[in-house]
């Protein structure tokens, strides 16, 4: 779902990097892997985030979550302010 975002992003002028450069920039630079999850167990888990009805937020938040409260890397104060774990 990130990289989703981050090419709409892209698409829409808020990011000058498509998707697939900043995965590859993360891959190389820091060893980040996209996460393995089974895509319906995070859609599922995505169901209780009600905070926000933005779903790319919904996704991302629930996801970090269902890895175990991983670290979530977000610059959004609407994502901090609901997920403890956010970096930024």
């Known amino acids: 779902m ?36 089974p895509f319906a167990d995070v859609a599922r888990a995505a169901l209780d985030e009600k905070w926000t009805r933005d779903p790319f937020d919904r ?8 890895n175990g409260l991983a670290p979530l890397i977000s610059s959004d104060e609407e994502i901090a302010e609901h997920y403890p774990r956010t970096v930024w």
């Open 2 to 37: 990130v990289l989703l975002e981050l090419e709409y992003m892209s698409e829409v002028g808020r990011s000058a990097l498509r998707a697939q450069d900043v995965l590859r920039k993360l891959e190389q630079e820091l060893g980040v892997a996209v996460c393995d999850l």
């Open 59 to 66: 996704i991302i938040v629930a996801q970090a979550r269902l």
